[in-house]
């Protein structure tokens, strides 16, 4: 499985932003899928996850309200949403999909071993 995200970029605090991330598999809609995002200096951490079949849906409690994950598995692309963006969401945002497909998604960054490059969002205040 290869992952090639984009949509990063700058934008002022209050704007928004939609990642994407696409999928160079046949078997896409098979897997769960999952963001994650690492800070300068920070860990990466868990931002939202989709089911394969895009019935369950988790959020970190700090994007939950803001942030809205989908997929369209006819153009095997997972998307990200991003709304009302803070300083704070300025990361390297990373999708991912799990070994296994759990329900609700997993949000354990070790259940994931198929990672895209990044893509960078950077947000001003």
């Known amino acids: 499985v290869q992952l090639q995200a984009s949509g990063g970029g700058l934008v002022q605090a209050g704007g928004s932003l939609r990642l994407s991330c696409l999928a160079s598999?046949?078997?896409?809609?098979?897997?769960?899928m999952g963001w994650f995002r690492q800070a300068p200096g920070k860990e990466r951490e868990f931002v939202s996850g989709?089911?394969?079949?895009?019935?369950?849906?988790v959020y970190a409690d700090s994007v939950k309200g803001r942030f809205t994950i989908s997929r369209d598995n006819a153009k095997n692309t997972v998307y990200l949403q991003m709304n009302s963006l803070k300083p704070e969401d300025t990361a390297v945002y990373y999708c991912?999909?799990?070994?296994?497909?759990?329900?609700?998604?997993?949000?354990?960054?070790?259940?994931?071993?198929?990672w895209g490059q990044g893509t960078e969002v950077t947000v001003s205040s």
């Open positions: 991912a999909a799990p070994r296994r497909k759990s329900y609700p998604p997993a949000r354990n960054e070790g259940e994931y071993n198929y």
């Open positions: 598999t046949l078997i896409f809609s098979s897997y769960d």
């Open positions: 989709i089911s394969w079949s895009a019935t369950s849906t």
